[in-house]
T-cell receptor, first 111, second 114 residues
Framework: SQKIEQNSEALNIQEGKTATLTCNYT??????LQWYRQDPGRGPVFLLL???NEKEKRKERLKVTFDTTLKQSLFHITASQPADSATYLC??????????WGAGTKLIIKP | DTGVSQDPRHKITKRGQNVTFRCDPI?????LYWYRQTLGQGPEFLTY????????KSRLLSDRFSAERPKGSFSTLEIQRTEQGDSAMYLC????????????FGQGTRLTVV
């Protein structure tokens, strides 16, 4: 069955630098992959969606890439700010209706 | 606030009791999902509704769990005979239309079974 792997260790980045988070999946390439942000005690908030025929997607300081050969998506935050500190989750389409989720990577931006 | 609303935000119950949670999705959204999330993990799919029809249910879901979405609007998730292992955050999400659209999540209901 499809599995998603995200780095379970927290990522510490200096303010102003680019943060890069990784999402790897194990089996078939999904039709699309999504990235969400989650703050403690709150539900996830959608950030970006990238489809299998897209290599890259951008939104303001965010950029997502999708490499179906490597079975990997990278999520970049440029000019990072302390307010970007959160857990970032990737999710991909599994069955007709399900998304399956990674465990998330905690990002800490230090001033 | 016209986002997804969940009630209650927190629930503490004794083992063996039944609990029911409510989710009010964004009004025009026809798709509604329930997830469970434990600390340090991503959301785990429980069930999915399209309008009032429950179209998919996790194979891992115990028979103690049941969900309804009468009239295709709000949804309820009931857990019967709660166990300590049911302690988790229960998240509801809604979305509109075909696959590939973003899901909007509620704040979640934090369940603690003592």
């Amino acid at each position: 069955s499809q599995k998603i792997e995200q780095n379970s260790e927290a990522l510490n980045i200096q303010e102003g630098k680019t943060a890069t988070l990784t999402c790897n999946y194990t089996n078939y390439s999904p039709a699309y992959l999504q990235w969400y942000r989650q703050d403690p005690g709150r539900g996830p908030v959608f950030l970006l969606l990238i489809r299998e025929n897209e290599k890259e997607k951008r939104k303001e300081r965010l950029k997502v890439t999708f490499d179906t050969t490597l079975k990997q998506s990278l999520f970049h935050i440029t000019a990072s700010q302390p307010a970007d500190s959160a857990t970032y989750l990737c999710a991909l389409k599994d069955s007709n209706y399900q998304l399956i989720w990674g465990a998330g990577t905690k990002l800490i931006i230090k001033p | 606030d016209t986002g997804v609303s969940q009630d209650p935000r927190h629930k503490i119950t004794k083992r063996g009791q039944n609990v029911t949670f409510r989710c009010d999705p964004i009004s025009e959204h026809n798709r509604l999902y329930w997830y469970r999330q434990t600390l340090g993990q991503g959301p785990e799919f429980l069930t999915y509704f399209q309008n009032e029809a429950q179209l998919e249910k996790s194979r891992l879901l115990s028979d103690r769990f049941s969900a309804e979405r009468p009239k295709g609007s709000f949804s309820t998730l009931e857990i019967q005979r709660t166990e300590q292992g049911d302690s988790a955050m229960y998240l509801c999400a809604s979305s509109l239309g075909v696959g590939g659209t973003e899901a909007f999540f509620g704040q979640g209901t934090r369940l603690t079974v003592v």
